[in-house]
C-alpha cells in the first residue's frame, strides 16, 4: 500500500504541518523498512507515512513531534505501527504520546519487533493510562515473556475493552489476569493463513477456543484456575489429551464461577474423563457440563458418574451442583460397565435434572429398559435425551416408557428424535402421556376410591398391679354382657376359643364380646412387674380406638385385710398414667386425649365408708387435675366388688357407652376392615385354629372372599392390587386385630397367644436358664428355636394337630428381631448366639471401673432427662429396645471395626473407635439417661460420637419425649460417682451456652462452671470445684455460641446499613469517635459499623471454623467495633435538642418503683401510676451508667399531660437499653456499666418471642432519635424529634415545680454536674467520678 512518487511529499513538510497546526488528523499509520521515505494522505483525516531505512531516525522524531502538538490532542484517534524495531526510547517517546493525547483510542502493531526492555516499558504505559480502549498485537512475536509484561499490566488497567493477539501462545498470559475486556487471539501458523484461536466476550463471559496446540490448550486450562470472570469455557473441536485434562481437573478443585464446560469433539479418553471426574468431587460451581464426541468407554463413564452417585444411605453424594449432563457419540463405547454406573447414579442421584445420551450404538434395546426403570426411583430429573440412539426400539421399551411414566411424575421431556423409535412413528402416545404429567393434578391416589367407615371394633385396656382383680373383674364384666339365656361359654368368646376355657395363661389375656354391632375386646395386661417390658407392643397406635381402665386394689393382697396406704394406689396410678401418656406421645396420629377411669377393687371389704378412703378419692382427683390435658380423665372414681356382676354394672355401662363415643371420634377405617374381622374368625375355624396366616394365604382369601381385593384378568394391575391388600393388613394391625410386618411374610391372627406365650416365654427363658447353654443374656439360636418349638408344639385343647404347619419357630425369631426384643451377635453366622435383654440380671454389687485409665483421658458425660418427667417417663420396654437397637446401629457402621458391646440390666458398654462408653438408665421409673465417655481422643471427637450415635439412637425410641440435654461434671465421670451422688452435679447445656452468650467475647474461653460440694450423713463425697467451659463443651457446641453471636451482629449490621468506616484494627478508634460525634450521617441505624466486615466474617464461619480463639479474637473486635458505634449515637442522642434551655437539665432519665425493698425499672407509662422516682443517668461520652446512691426525685402519680410527653421516650429508652441486653450485654465498659442495674427489670424483655422479632427494628428506632435532625426518612425523624423534645420539656417543667432547677439542686438530687467538653464544646451532665479522672476534658459549666 505505497502511494505514487507525484503524490509523495517530504517527511519535513509533515512536521511543519504538525508542529503549526496545518493537518486535523484522526488517524496516523507508520511503515518502516521502506523503499523511500515520505508521506500520503489517504483521506482528508488519515495519513500514512514511509520510513526508509536510511531516514529511521525520523521516527522518533516524529513521535515526539506529535506528542508536543496541541491540535493533535484533541483530534488524533488511532495509531498504527508496521514493521517497526522498536528501542526503548522510542517506546518511551511513544509513551508521552500517549499520555499527552487521552483522545487516543486505538493503538495497533502489525509486524513489529519489541527489542530489549521494550515489552516491560510498554507494559509500564500501559498501567499509566487510562483511556485506550484496543489494543491489537499482530505477528509481533512478543513471546511468553512479553505476554507476561501485557498480562501484568492487566491486572491494573480496568479501562482497556478489547484486546487482539494473533499468535497462540500467549492467550493463557491474558486469561490468567483478565476482568472484563473483549479478548481475541489470532495465529497465523496455519499454512501461511490468519485465523482466531481464543475470544472471550466479556457480556456473556464465555471463553471460546478454537485451535490450539496441545501446551497452549494446557496454558489455557492453568490460567482458569485463578479466573474469576469465565463462566463458560467452549472448547469444541479442539483436540485434547489427558495431559490437558490433568491441568483441567485442577480448574474444577479451584475455579469459583465457571458455570458451564462445553467439550464436544475433543477426542476425550478414558484416562481424561479421569481426570475430570476427580475434579468434579471437590467442584462446587459448575452447572453443566457437555461431554458428546469423545472417544471414552463404560470405564470412563463409571467414573465420571461416581461423584454424582450415592452407593450405601449413609454415603453422602460428593458432588450436588451439577444440573446437566451430557455424554456418547459415535466412538463412545458405554457398555456394560457404562450402563451399571449409570443405573446407579439414576437411582441415587438427587441433583441432575438434564441428562443426554446422544448416538450411542453400544446399548442394547433391553438396556434402554432398564435405565426407564430405574427411573421409577428418581425424583429430581426433569428431562431426558436419548438422540441417535439405535438401541432406543421396540414394543417392550415403548411398554416401560409408559410405566416409567405413570409412576414417575417430575419427567417433563424426552427427546427420543433420531431414535428408531422416532423414525418409525411410535413416539406419539409418549409425547401424549408427557402431556398428562405436565397437569398439575396429582394422579388418583391408589387408596382414594377404597370407602371408608366407622370402625366397628374398640380395645379396652386393663393396667393395674398384680392381685389388683383385673381377671376377675373382667369375668364379671363378660357377665354384664350376656344378656340373652345363652351359656357363659357361648356368650365369651377369645381370639382362642376353646383354649381360653382349658388353659389359663400367664400374662396377657383377651376378652372379646359383642355389643350390637361393635366388638369390645378386653386387654388384660399382665401385671407381673416382669412383663411390663412388653407392655409397648400391645400399646395402641395411630388414632385406633381404644381407652384405659387404670385397677388398683384398695389391700395389698386379697388373701389378709392389709390396706394400702394413700401414697401406694397413688403410686400405682400414677404409673399407669405416666405410661399411657408416654405412649401416647409416641403415636403418629394422636387424634384424641386418651380416655382413662379409675377403678378400685375389694371395695367389699370395707365395712364402713373410712378417713382413708376420702383421702384415697381426694389424692385421685389431684390426679386428675395434674394429667389435665394429657389425658381424658372420666370424673367418677369406680368401687366395686370385682366377683360380683352386678357391683360392676355400672362399670359395664361405662364402658359399653364410652367404646361408642370413642368409635365416633377416632379416624375412619377402610370399610373392608370391618368386613375382614367376621372372614379371619372364619378362616380360623375352618383352618384348626391357627394363630397365625402366612402371606399367600391371605392372597388367596382376598382372591376367594372379596370381590374389592380380586385380579380380575392377567392384564389387571397386579401391583395396585398388591397396595391396596397391604393397606388392609396394616390397618387390621393399627386396630389390634392382628399383627403385621411387611418383610416378615405372615400376619399373627392370635394376638393373645403370641403375647401371652410367644413374648412370654422369654420372660421364662430366665427363671430357667442354664449357665452350660446360656451366659449374660446370650442363648443360641438353636436353643430358642427349640423351646418355641416345643411350646408351639405342646397339646392346646381346642386346636388340631396341624395348628403350626404354617409357622415355624424360625419365624417367631425372625418376629422378635424385627421387633428388636433380641439381637444377633454375629447376623452372618445362621447358627448365632442372640441376646435377649430380658435375660440380663443387675450389674449390683460389680466394681465399676474403666476399663482405660492414662493420665492423658479425658472424661465427659451428658444426662439427658425427660423434660416433664412429672407426666412421662421412659417406659420399661424402653431401655431393653434400646439395647438392642443401639446395637444394630453400632454394627452397621462401616468404621466400627473392633467395636465390642456388652449389657448388664440397666448399662450399655461401648468401645468404639478407642472410645468408651457407658450409658447407664437411671431415676425412679427411669426418667433420665447417663451417657459416660472416658477417651484418650479429643473432647470434641469424644463428644461427636455421643451426639451423632448415642443421642439419636436414644431419640428415635422415644420419639414424643422431650429429652433436655445437661452436662456432667466430669469428676463424676472419672470416679463413676454413682447415681444418686451425681443427681445435683449436672448443669443444662442451654443454661451453660446462654452464660458464654451473657460474657464479654474476653471471657468465653476462660469461663468457669463452679460445682457445689456433695456429702452423706456428713462424710464428703465430692468437693466444690469448677471446669473451664472449654473443658466440658465441644468445639461444635462453642461453635453454635459463636454463630449465635454472630447472627446477632448480622442481623444488626443488616438493619442498620451504615458503610465501612476506615478505622481497622490497628487505627486509634477514639479519635474517629471524636470526629464522627460532630458529623453524624443521618439514617434509619447507626449503631454498627463495617457490614461488609461482618458478611465477610460470616462467610468463614460458613466454610469452617478452625481455630476457637481466633474466632473469639475476631469476635471481640467486632464487638468493640459495636460498641463504639453506639456509645457514638447514644453521646448524640445525650446532647440532642442543646437549644432546650441549654442543657439546664439531663436528658438520659428514667423511673423505677419501690416494691420489698428492690427497684422496679418501669419500661411502660400509664397514667394513674404513683409513687414513682425520677433517675439521672452520668452522660460522660462513652460511658454512660447508672449513678449509685442517686436519692432521685419523687413522682406522686402519673397525669395524662406525663403520658403523652413520657410515654415516647420511656418506650424508645426500653428498646434502646434492651437492645443493649441483647446484643451489647457482653459489652466490657461504657452502656456495661448501666446494664447491670437495669438487666433484671429488663431481661424479660430481652428474651420475649417480640424482641427476638424485633431487636433489629428496636435499634433502628433508637438510631432515628439519635439522627433525628437529618434523617432522610424525614417524618419518621421529626416525630421522634417531636417525642424528644416534648420529654425534655417536661423534665424541665417537673423539676422547676420541684424546687430542683440550680446546678446545686440537681446535684444534690442526682449527684451530676453541668461540664461542658473542652474539644467538642457540648455540653453534658457527669458524676463526680468522672470529673475527678477526666478533669482534663471537661470544664464546670455551673448554672
Known sequence: MMASNQNMKELQWFLQAVKYGGLNLHSISFYLSQAASGCYQETENSMNINISGESISYFSHLLTTLAASKNAKSTLRNLEFHLVQWEVQEVKNLGILLENNPSIKQVVFRRNKFLGKCMSELSEILKRNKMIKEIMLSESNIGSVGAGYIASALMVNHSLEELQIWEDSIGSRVLARNRAMEVHVWSGQNSGKTSKVVEFVPENSTLRIYQLSLSGSCRVACSLGMNFTVKSLDMTGVRLKSKWAKEFRWVLEQNQTLQEVNLFRTCLKDKGIVYIAAGLFKNRSLLTLHLTGNWFTGVGVEHLLCPLSRFSALQSQANITLKSLSFGGGRTRIGRDGLAAILQMLTSNQSITRLAIHDDSSLRPDDFVRIFKSLEKNATLKYLSLQGCKGVQGETLIQTIMETLQINPWIEDLDLSRTPLHNSGMTQGIYRRLGQNEKTEPEMDLLMDMPLTEPKSCRVFFCGQEYAGKTTLCNSISQNFSASALPYLDQVRTIVNPMEQAVKTVGMKIKTFKDEDTEISIWNLAGQHEFFSLHDLMFPGHGSASFFIIISSLFRKPSNKEPKSTGEIEEDLQYWLRFIVSNSKKAVQQCTLPSVAVVLTHFDKINQPSQDLQLTVNSIQRLRDKFQGFVDFYPTVFTVDARSSASVSKLTHHIRKTCKTILQRVPQVYQLCNDFIQLLSDWRSENYNKPAMKWKEFDTLCQVKVPALRIRSRHDNKERVEVRRRAIATCLHHIGEVIYFDELGFLILDCEWFCGEVLGELIRLKARKQSSSESNGFISRKELEKILRANLQSPIPGMGSKVFENLESSDIVRMMLKLELCYEQDPSDPNSFLLIPSMLEEGRGKPQRWYLSTPDCIYVGRHLECHDSSHMFLTPGFFPRLQVHLHNKIMALKNQSGATYSLEKYLISISINGIYIRVELGGQLGYYIDILACSTKNLTETLRVIQQLIVPAIQSLCQ??????NVIRPACVQNLTPPRYRRTQVVSLQQLKQALLSLPADGMYDYQHTWSPVSDSGRTILQAGFNFARDILSDDDFRQVLHRRYHDLYNLSQELQVPLENNQYGQDHASGLSEETQTVEPSIGGIAEGVEAVLQRLKIIEQEIRDLKQEIQGLRYYEHQLLLELHRKVNYLVSFNVQVEERKVPNMFYFVKTENYSRRLITTMISGMTALRLHMLCEFRGEMHVVEDQTGCELMQVDNRAVRSLAPHV?????????????????????????????????????????????????????????????????????????????????????????????????????????????????????????YTRSAEILEVPI
Open 960 to 965: 414424643g419425649i422431650t429429652l433436655t440435654e
Open 1211 to 1331: 418506650k424508645n429508652f426500653m428498646k434502646l437499653v434492651t437492645f443493649a441486653l441483647k446484643i451489647g450485654a457482653h459489652l466490657a465498659a461504657g452502656m456495661g456499666e448501666m446494664i447491670p442495674d437495669l438487666s433484671k427489670e429488663v431481661a424479660h424483655l430481652a428474651g420475649s418471642s417480640s424482641m427476638a422479632a424485633g431487636a433489629a427494628a428496636a435499634a433502628g428506632a433508637m438510631g432515628a432519635a439519635a439522627l433525628g435532625r437529618r434523617n432522610r426518612a424525614a417524618q419518621g425523624s421529626r416525630d421522634v424529634q417531636q417525642d424528644l423534645r416534648a420529654a425534655q420539656q417536661w423534665i424541665v417543667d417537673f423539676l422547676r415545680d420541684r424546687g430542683c432547677s440550680s446546678g446545686k439542686d440537681i446535684a444534690e438530687k442526682f449527684g451530676l454536674w453541668r461540664v461542658r467538653y473542652r474539644d467538642t464544646g457540648q455540653i453534658a451532665w457527669i458524676c463526680r467520678r468522672h470529673i
